[in-house]
């Protein structure tokens, strides 16, 4: 299987060359040349496999074919052995047509361990074949950082600087961060806001030489292998719901980069005969007035209760477009183009197809949580809560759960008065913090980049 860019500009790539770039070099998004059609076959078998561990490895073996079957199982078996629950992805049904899928087990507990502790094992088998080492840098308002850092957590040959703005990611989401112990991790509290932690990433990034000689490696959420990750959770989930309402179930995805819901649609797009996707989003709603009124138009970002979904710009969205513009290359860079001069891209005759949206501002967050507590005796965090806003009552609804309640235990206190706790963030509390402070200058990032990579 290879993968070209959504940009057509760059030569198409194997697995895990896809994976080792990340984004492509001409700013576009990898994806795979042609999507696998699923037969009743294929499903069936799908259906076969016992633990979740094996179905990632059915489906991913179709993606991933320069590794070998072998090593490949072994990876996968490794990446969700971290998980708390032996379910993994447990799916539970809160009343008549309604569901929760629980993809808060993972170490960090957050959807995101679902991709980023394969990848860190990915990363970790390149550094060994290749004998080389590996430098991954990222910046992170919170949870993608914390989930990176697990996903490379002590693995020989990498190392991992994650830049975050100081005071300005919560208490255990730093913690998360910075009281692992590993050596090989580096939590950069930087004194300056989460974009000029971008913005000094994107100069470091921008340095050729300083780039090829740590062999420095992006962490974001693009990257082809955590959208493949992800397909296997609704696939697992679809799965799971009594085989006579299978071709009516709606997956609601709570949203910010379009990455989680875009790997269910492409699941989909495989011959999964799954009815529809609702775009969850917050008070940063790009997404849901790009659903609703065809018109994709960037915003001012609002911080919310539900943090790791304020963005402005979706940055997966584009394979999403690549599709909606059949698959023309000149299209795509045509609305990227557009969109980055002007902030905007109006779609002509824009069709939602199976899609659906949903906003949810933060004066509802708490009542949504309170409610659902009543209804169904279940609690759900702030980022879950914007999927219960409204639900299509004719259809099986799958909410996505992407994170702990445990995680927001302010937030959930105030709308419940319970405050939710987990043993692995309790524990987190003893422990020191290990936080190096920063100027978010490049000059001092890349000096202490100099200082400690492998
Ligand atoms: C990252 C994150 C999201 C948003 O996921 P996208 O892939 O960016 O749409 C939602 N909820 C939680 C808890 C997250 O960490």
């Known amino acids: 299987m290879r993968y070209i860019s959504t940009r057509g500009q760059t030569e198409p790539l194997g697995f895990s060359d896809a994976v080792a770039t990340g984004l492509a070099p001409d700013g576009g998004l990898f994806l795979p040349e042609t999507l696998p059609q699923f037969s009743a076959a294929d499903l069936k078998r799908f259906e076969q496999c016992g633990r979740y561990a094996e179905l990632c490895f059915e489906f991913l073996r179709r993606f991933a074919t320069d590794i070998p079957e072998a090593t490949l199982r072994g990876l996968i078996a490794k990446s969700y052995t971290t998980f708390a629950d032996p379910s993994i992805a447990p799916l539970k049904q809160l009343g008549k047509n309604l569901h929760v899928l629980e993809l808060f087990h993972g170490p960090t507990l957050a959807f995101k361990d679902f991709a980023l ?14 004998r080389e080492s590996i430098n991954v840098l990222g910046a992170t ?27 300005r990611v919560s208490p255990l989401q730093e913690r998360q ?45 693009v990257n082809i292998a955590r959208v493949l990750a992800q397909c296997v959770y609704y696939l697992s989930a679809w799965l799971r719901v009594p085989a006579g309402e299978r071709d009516n179930v709606e997956f609601v995805v709570p949203t910010g980069n379009f990455g989680n819901v875009l790997a269910g649609w492409l699941l989909q797009q495989m011959g999964v005969p799954i009815r529809g996707f609702k775009v969850a989003t917050n008070q940063n709603d790009i997404l849901y007035r790009m659903f609703t009124t065809g018109e994709y138009c960037m915003g001012a970002v609002r911080p919310s209760l ?33 969109f980055k001069a002007t902030g905007a ?34 609690v759900v965090d702030p980022h879950t809560a914007c999927g219960f806003k409204e639900l299509n009552p004719d259809r099986v609804s799958v909410v996505l759960a992407t994170a702990s309640p445990a995680k927001f235990p302010e937030t959930i206190r105030a709308a419940i008065g319970i405050e939710p ?12 913090v290990v936080k190096h402070l920063l100027k978010a200058t490049p000059a001092a990032i890349t000096a202490f980049i100099e200082r400690h990579a492998v």
């Open 421 to 432: 706790t987990h043993p692995s963030l309790e524990a987190l509390k003893t422990r020191p």
């Open 177 to 221: 961060m910075a009281c692992t112990g590993a050596e090989n991790v580096f939590a950069l509290a930087v004194d300056g806001s989460f974009d000029d932690a971008q913005t000094a990433l994107k100069d470091i990034f921008g340095d050729q030489a300083f780039r090829l000689k740590h062999r420095l490696s992006a962490v974001n959420s």
């Open 141 to 167: 308002s919170g949870d993608t950082g914390a989930a990176a850092i697990h996903g490379l957590l002590g693995k020989p040959g990498t190392a991992i600087f994650i830049l975050y703005p100081d005071g």
């Open 117 to 130: 502790q394969l990848l860190g094992n990915l990363y970790g088998h390149q550094c060994a074949v290749r």
């Open 306 to 338: 539900a943090p790791s979904m304020d963005i402005q710009v979706a940055s997966n969205f584009e394979r999403f477009i690549y599709t909606g513009v059949g698959r023309d290359p000149a299209r795509v860079r045509e609305v990227m183009a557009t």
């Open 345 to 378: 891209y109006r779609f002509e005759n824009f069709d939602r197809g199976i899609f659906s949206a949903s906003r949810c501002t933060d004066a509802e967050i708490g009542g949504i949580i309170a409610r659902v507590y009543r209804e169904h005796g279940y």
